[in-house]
């Protein structure tokens, strides 16, 4: 998730807001540190489910998945 696209999220839930009047730059370091953590745990979560189904070739989808967090 780029920058840009979390201060638009930050926008969108209206969060960004709570940041006016402080030092809005540490404030998104935060929220982007925060969202950071979230995906990262969304993805194992995803890739969990994947290896769970035993079969050939979910283990494939398992190692994608855990791939998107090391691109960026």
């Not at 209206?14 to 993805?43: M, P, Q």
């Not at 194992?44 to 998945?65: H, L, N, S």
């Amino acid at each position: 998730m780029t920058q840009d696209e979390i201060i638009l999220l930050a926008d969108a839930s209206g969060i960004s807001f709570y940041g006016v009047g402080k030092d809005r730059d540490r404030f998104l370091h935060h929220v982007e540190t925060f969202a950071n953590l979230v995906a990262k745990h969304e993805r194992e979560a995803c890739a969990k489910v994947c290896e769970a189904q035993g079969e050939y070739g979910w283990q494939q989808y398992a190692a994608a998945i855990r791939a998107r967090g090391e691109q960026a």
